[in-house]
């Protein structure tokens, strides 16, 4: 509750401060805004040419056109949880001019890192919706999308707060994202189904918090089905990590300022 009152009592600030982060990225460039909308569909584009063209992968329920889709359900907020992860397991030594600043709380630092990052992916999903909608896809499941997406953010906000305060004193573990990002993205379902999964493996995945996550995206996107086991597991996923994430950030920020 503490930390709910610290977002509502300075959601204005963190609104305020989020949006410079988003300007901040795009200024200097030609395109501006426009990367956001380039960003997912160059991914789109690679995962396509590799498992439609290169692999020649066919599923019997999806065209290939729509199996391109049923992919950028899973890249989209896949992408929006590794950008906030990347930008924000460094946002406590990025944001050195603002731990001693007592009128912006140092736990909203990591907070708008992943505000900022989820421009990309609510982006995506406004796009791909508009055209599963251009072909008359439209289902009561697609409701849920809000809902999934306070999940994801409450989620990638606990992980970013843990990953952050750990940063702060090894610094080491900034480097070590990309290399975590590129594994996520391998172990997680974004570009095949369960039906694709050996038996023996599908055990593997349940570990995975980002096999909840694309999994209910999948089902209320693209498949009309909501998986209620994984939304209920994903929810405590959530919950928790949000909470031991808050624990640990606010233990280790009283020594922040002697390292950074």
């Known amino acids: 509750m503490k930390i709910l009152q610290l977002f509502w009592l300075h959601r204005r600030l963190l609104w305020a401060t989020a949006l410079n982060d988003i300007r901040a990225k795009s200024r200097g460039t030609i395109i501006g805004m426009g990367w956001s909308i380039i960003y997912p569909l160059i991914f789109l584009s690679l995962y396509a040419v590799v498992y439609i063209l290169i692999l020649r992968i066919k599923l019997q329920l999806f065209t290939p056109f729509e199996y391109v889709l049923l992919i950028f359900s899973g890249l989209i907020p896949f992408l929006g949880f590794s950008e906030a992860l990347s930008t924000g397991v460094g946002s406590v030594i990025s944001n050195r001019g603002l731990i001693k600043n007592t009128l912006f709380p140092i736990e909203l630092i990591p907070v708008k890192a992943v505000l900022a990052s ?25 409701l849920m999308i809000p809902i999934i997406i306070i999940l994801q953010l409450i989620f ?27 594994f996520l993205m391998l172990v997680s379902p974004i570009a095949y189904t369960l039906d694709m999964v050996p038996e023996s493996l ?47 950030f606010s233990r280790l920020k009283p020594l922040f300022a002697d390292y950074v």
């Open 118 to 142: 989820s421009v990309t992916m609510m982006v995506g999903l406004v796009t791909l919706l508009a055209i599963l909608f251009l072909r008359g896809h439209f289902h009561l499941t697609q």
């Open 202 to 248: 599908l055990p593997l995945m349940y570990p995975n918090p980002l096999f909840y996550m694309i999994m209910l995206y999948r089902g209320s996107i693209i498949v009309n089905e909501i998986p209620w086991d994984l939304f209920f597991m994903f929810s405590i996923i959530s919950a928790t990590t949000f909470a031991v994430g808050y624990y640990v």
């Open 156 to 182: 990638t906000i606990g992980i970013v707060w843990l990953l952050s305060a750990l940063n702060v004193f090894f610094q080491d573990l900034g480097q070590l994202i990309g290399i975590i990002v590129l």
